[in-house]
T-cell receptor
Framework: GAGVSQSPRYKVAKRGQDVALRCDPISGHVSLFWYQQALGQGPEFLTY????????KSGLPSDRFFAERPEGSVSTLKIQRTQQEDSAVYLC????????????FGPGTRLLVL | GDSVTQMEGPVTLSEEAFLTINCTYT??????LFWYVQYPGEGLQLLLKATKADDKGSNKGFEATYRKETTSFHLEKGSVQVSDSAVYFC??????????FGTGTSLTVIP
């Protein structure tokens, strides 16, 4: 079956622009995670959804970051007024359950802010 | 808070050598522990996991045992192959909804 997909795969933004990153999880997966991965580092947790409810957003680095999953399926991570330090790979993962379950990762969106 | 500490790489081994990648964790309660792997040009995927103390996760010849007394989850393989070249991430999930990854260990296996 289809895995997790993310779009766009690459995004170049000028500093100060707003960007929106999309994640299509595996159908039927209740949980959805967003991570930020800097070059040479492990993924850093950003936020977690269970269906449409955002149960944890403690990892979002600033109020410029906003995530939503309005119908409990597709999710969008929005970054307002992008800064150079936002340059990273943004990973989305979905699972059948919570943090104890296997997560299935998308290919990521590589964001470069100039 | 919870965290994972993973041995730094990169690691270079000859084919058929023994592999150990160390991972220790800090957590309250009873977390689940994972090893994820990222092969070149591919996305992260689960390699193995263990959900309680003394459990052993295994897959593709890799093993890791959940040791609560030493708060460790070291990854081992008896005989590595060139195809095992990848970046390996130790990870932890606990009560609450956050998930923690180590910094990753790059493994290169040479023929």
């Amino acid at each position: 079956g289809a895995g997790v997909s993310q779009s766009p795969r690459y995004k170049v933004a000028k500093r100060g622009q707003d960007v929106a990153l999309r994640c299509d999880p595996i159908s039927g997966h209740v949980s959805l995670f967003w991570y930020q991965q800097a070059l040479g580092q492990g993924p850093e947790f950003l936020t977690y959804f269970q269906n449409e409810a955002q149960l944890d957003k403690s990892g979002l680095p600033s109020d410029r970051f906003f995530a939503e999953r309005p119908e409990g399926s597709v999710s969008t991570l929005k970054i307002q007024r992008t800064q150079q330090e936002d340059s990273a790979v943004y990973l989305c993962a979905s699972s059948r359950g919570g943090v104890w379950e296997t997560q299935y990762f998308g290919p990521g969106t590589r964001l470069l802010v100039l | 808070g919870d965290s994972v500490t993973q041995m730094e790489g990169p690691v270079t081994l000859s084919e058929e050598a023994f592999l150990t990648i160390n991972c220790t964790y800090t957590a309250t309660g009873y977390p689940s522990l994972f090893w994820y792997v990222q092969y070149p040009g591919e996305g992260l995927q689960l390699l193995l996991k263990a959900t309680k103390a003394d459990d052993k996760g295994s897959n593709k010849g890799f093993e890791a045992t959940y040791r609560k007394e030493t708060t460790s989850f070291h990854l081992e393989k008896g005989s590595v192959q060139v195809s095992d070249s990848a970046v390996y991430f130790c990870a932890l999930g606990n009560t609450g909804n956050q998930f923690y990854f180590g910094t990753g260990t790059s493994l290169t296996v040479i023929p």
